[in-house]
């Protein structure tokens, strides 16, 4: 463990960005692939953009959108099968495409083929269905695959039925998810000389949220009964507030508990509600406080709950973000003159490294560089000190330490452990306080629980033996406190100069809200989404796939694996910084604020009923279920229309669905049916089981669990189980030389917490 390796001595160099001088074709469009490559030239990476000669669609049906998720890049014209790109892959470290898999075989783009005729090169892929899937071979989009999986069944709506989730989010967790798996590999190559290839898919970035929820147990531990996030869960919904302004905030609420509290009640002289207190906020009771709220505009509770410690944000409009103070003191929009969109305002990186990367630049006009010119600059790559014989999975050896709490953090170390890290998960005496969400089953799966409580004295020497072991931190605890703690990166490197730290806040380390308290619905709201999601004209709504918190996660794994390769490379330990709000605002990078104006650029809409953004992009009921209609085109959408008119929804509603799929399909309209309720077909599924997507776990708290897994194709998964609260502590503590004397002292001295395992129900 600790930062012994096996691999090539490190280089002292000069430190420079963390990735920088990879070279990274990058043969993607659209959302997921782009950004990931994107977050590659963030952190310093030279990314050649080869699009079709017609260039990424993207450029025309999202310019904003392609302006900020080809930032930095450099475009060549090419077709995919030219022998031009093969040319490039010869002098490249990375290729990036999201091909289905029977097109990239067609094409010679495979891991395989690419073994022998491009070795040395990391293969990275996102298509829309991993290898084996049954849909494999098509390339779906974004919504075609919530729909299809039953994601848009998830979500409680403003009405019955499945709704049009407008947030692209499984397209935004796997771009995370494939920057990472590029970062880790590339981890692995510098230690151990090793390259292997990397793959996730729009479904996987879709199951990364759904671990939270999509869960079976055989009995729930003790003090865990309530708050399985099931889909009529209303707790979120229910504190957001109506102002007198005609605005709304989103407050913590009923998920924490802070607004419901008699003291804070009493000191905001809401007395009225004081005997409300102990059963909160209720759907039953909810228009007696929405009327008090009522009662003053937005910034007046914005301030008066602040200065009482209760996370509180009024919800904004999509793109409004972009302006507001916080978000300027952390660098969170760059500004940029696009070819395409003009100066304007656009999300900026949403990890910050410490090395910094380099300075945004607009995207590139298509086949602005040719193929020459790069390979001018791309000396041949010399291919014989690596090797594809090693272990699937690229941490393999390393340690994390996992302080955090809840889910950000935590999601983000566990991440780090499928990818192969054995995460010693470090908790107070009392547990996280995420062990009272079924949540936690689905962030701390693979992870060791040590139980200390790190402001004893006696804890202090634990604290430091454990660090010195350790590759690299990875928490969501607010710096101030984690400082004290000596956990922030100052304090972490003063007992392990090696060691990475990566951190994930609520709002950013600088600003007025640094140090304010933040949990996913604050940061929906915040950036625009409770909006976005609700529909034209209707009160702001949740996402309730905690989709920041995952993706923030995300952003801290990949954080830390910068870390990791700048210190395997230069021989320094990297240090890296992300928030909700980060990764909120990079959500939203569809739109941007142009200069000097200020105007939020135009953006898809969704309709008032939650079913879509327009007639050739939207969910409709049947008789006997609902159908998506995706139109790829405008031919398509043509073509939908010249086949159910201009009140399709009236022409669909008595027709059957498989009449429709088949209509559709000759028609050539890209349609698929919803589908509905799948939590137990999709954990049923000896498919989803092969492919290590779903995962069957032994546990002492739940007995057996069935939970999500799977978020990369590695080729390997390792052993798992959901920690009991101190069910590692004597393990973890012998490993760094307490002898079982001492560590009985330590738990009788109620310095440690070592679990006893429960019986079964």
């Not at 967790?173 to 494939?178: G, H, N, Q, S, V």
């Not at 707790?235 to 508990?257: K, P, W």
């Not at 304007?344 to 020459?372: E, I, M």
């Not at 804890?459 to 406190?481: F, P, T």
């Amino acid at each position: 463990m600790g930062p012994e390796h096996d691999g090539p001595a490190r280089r002292t160099v000069l430190v420079t960005a963390p990735v920088d001088g990879v070279r990274v074709v990058d043969l993607t469009t659209g959302l997921a692939g782009p950004f990931a490559t994107r977050l590659l030239v963030d952190a310093g990476a030279d990314v050649v953009k080869v699009e079709p000669p017609a260039g990424d669609p993207a450029r025309t049906r999202c310019a904003a959108g392609f302006a900020t998720w080809n930032r930095g890049k450099r475009s060549i014209a090419l077709a995919p099968g030219s022998s031009d790109v093969h040319r490039l892959l010869e002098r490249a470290d990375v290729l990036v495409h999201d091909l289905p898999a029977a097109r990239a075989r067609s094409l010679g783009l495979d891991a395989d083929t690419l073994a022998t005729t491009a070795p040395g090169v990391v293969v990275a892929t996102v298509p829309s269905y991993p290898a084996g899937h049954p849909l494999a071979d098509v390339a779906a989009s974004d919504a075609m695959v919530q729909a299809a999986q039953g994601f848009m069944d998830e979500q409680q709506g403003l009405r019955d039925g499945p709704v049009h989730v407008r947030l692209p989010f499984p397209s935004w967790c796997a771009a995370y998810l494939l920057a990472a798996g590029v970062v880790a590999r590339l981890v692995q190559r510098a230690r151990h000389g090793v390259v292997l290839p990397v793959s996730t898919s729009v479904f996987q970035g879709g199951l990364a949220p759904a671990a939270l929820y999509w869960q079976r147990w055989e009995r729930l531990p003790t003090g865990l009964t309530g708050h399985t996030l099931p889909k009529i869960w209303p707790d979120a919904a229910l504190s957001i507030f109506g102002c007198a302004d005609g605005r709304f905030v989103q407050l913590a609420g009923a998920v924490g508990g802070w607004i419901e509290s008699p003291p804070v009640l009493e000191s905001l002289a809401l007395s009225d509600l004081v005997e409300l207190s102990e059963v909160g906020v209720t759907p039953e009771n909810w228009s007696t406080w929405d009327t008090v709220f009522r009662s003053r505009t937005s910034d007046e509770w914005l301030a008066v709950l602040s200065d009482a410690d209760v996370p509180c944000i009024v919800v904004r409009e999509l793109g409004e973000c972009f302006t507001d103070e916080q978000t300027l003191a952390n660098d969170y929009v760059v500004e940029v003159d696009d070819p395409a969109v003009g100066p304007a305002l656009q999300a900026g990186p949403p990890v910050a490294t410490t090395p910094p990367g380099p300075p945004a630049v607009a995207a590139p006009v298509l086949g602005s560089t040719t193929v020459d010119a790069v390979c001018d600059g791309w000396p041949a790559r010399a291919t014989g000190a690596v090797t594809t014989d090693g272990d699937a999975l690229p941490l393999a050896g390393m340690r994390v330490l996992d302080f955090g709490s809840v889910v950000a953090g935590p999601f983000g170390a566990q991440c780090l452990g499928d990818l192969g890290a054995d995460v010693v998960k470090v908790e107070p005496i009392g547990g996280d306080r995420g062990r009272g969400l079924t949540q936690f089953a689905g962030c701390h799966r693979g992870k060791r629980s040590l139980s200390m409580d790190l402001k004893a004295p006696q804890a202090r020497e634990a604290l430091q033996r454990l660090v010195r072991s350790a590759d690299a931190v990875l928490h969501n605890m607010r710096l101030s406190a984690a400082a004290r703690l000596g956990l922030d990166g100052p304090g972490l490197r003063a007992v392990n100069p090696d060691i990475v730290f990566s951190h994930v806040s609520a709002y950013g380390p600088r600003g007025p809200m640094a140090g304010f308290p933040g949990y996913d619905p604050t940061a929906q709201a915040m950036t625009g989404w409770e909006h976005a999601n609700a529909g034209e004209g209707r009160t702001p709504v949740w996402l309730r796939n905690s989709v920041f918190d995952v993706q923030a996660g995300l952003a801290g794994c990949l954080g830390a694996l910068l870390g990791l390769y700048l210190r395997e490379t230069t021989g320094e330990a990297g240090e890296a910084g992300t928030s909700l709000l980060a990764v909120g605002i990079s959500a939203a990078s569809e739109v941007t604020v142009t200069l000097p104006d200020h105007a939020i650029t135009p953006h898809a809409v969704l309709s008032a009923d939650q079913t879509g953004v327009d007639d050739a992009h939207r969910l409709y009921r049947l008789t006997d279920g609902w159908v998506l209609v995706d139109a790829a085109d405008d031919a398509e959408a043509a073509a939908f229309r010249a086949r159910f008119g201009d009140r399709p929804a009236e022409a669909l509603r008595d027709r059957t669905l498989l009449t429709t799929l088949d209509d559709l399909s000759t028609a050539g309209v890209t349609a698929t049916a919803v589908a509905l309720d799948q939590l137990d077909a999709f954990m049923d599924s000896p498919m989803h089981r092969e492919l290590g997507l779903s995962r069957r776990l032994r546990t002492r708290g739940y007995g057996a669990i069935d939970l999500v897994g799977g978020f990369w194709n590695l080729g390997r998964v390792p052993d798992e189980t959901v920690p009991d609260l101190g069910e590692h502590s004597h393990e973890v503590l012998t490993g760094l030389g307490y002898g079982a004397a001492a560590v009985d002292a330590l738990v009788d001295g109620g310095v440690v917490r070592v679990s006893v395992p429960e019986m079964s129900a």
